[in-house]
Every structure is written in C-alpha cells, then in structure tokens.
C-alpha cells in the first residue's frame, strides 16, 4: 500500500481496526494546501523584460502589412500631406 489513511489507527489491537478503508485504501495529497513553487530567477527577469506576456511574431506581422505607407497614401496631396504625413507616423498609423 503506498499511502496509509490518516485516520487508521497505528497502534496494536485487533485485524479490523488495521483494516485499510473501504473502496481503494489510497489517501491522496491534499494540493490545495501546497504553497506554489518560488519563480526562478530568469522566470522573474522574463516577466520584467517583457511585461505584456510574450510577443506574437505573427500578430505583429499582419499589424505591420496592414498599415499603409506614409508616402504613397497621400502623395496626391503634394505639400499640404506633410503635415498629414508627420503626424501619422508620429501616432504610428503607417509605415
């Protein structure tokens, strides 16, 4: 038997107080009571360096593809684009 039910009594006396419980005789852990394990040190350097989880490569790529470029979206517009232009790139809205 791996595990021994807490409240089988240890001591000497008769066969059937040395009975093991009904059913299986397992006692299994309690982990809810376990404390969580300590975060390793490059777990907590991890999470400082990088504190919105981890990045989606793929995410970032569709993101990058579907904005348009500063140049060629307003170069109808000749010099009243720049404005335009700095301010999108600013709030990085295009390429």
Do not use: H, W
Request: charged content about 20%; hydrophobic content about 40%; aromatic content about 8%.
């Amino acid at each position: 038997m791996l595990f021994r039910s807490p409240a089988a009594p240890t001591g000497g006396g008769s066969a059937a107080a040395t009975a093991p419980p009904a059913g299986s005789g397992l006692v299994y852990p309690n982990y809810m009571e376990k404390r969580p394990r300590q975060k390793s040190f490059a777990e907590l350097a991890n999470e400082q360096l990088n504190p919105g989880g981890r990045r989606d490569k793929f995410a970032e790529a569709v993101d990058a593809a579907e904005k348009p470029g500063c140049a060629t979206a307003y170069q109808g517009m000749g010099l009243l684009a720049a404005p335009v232009i700095a301010f999108k790139a600013a709030t990085d809205k295009c390429k």
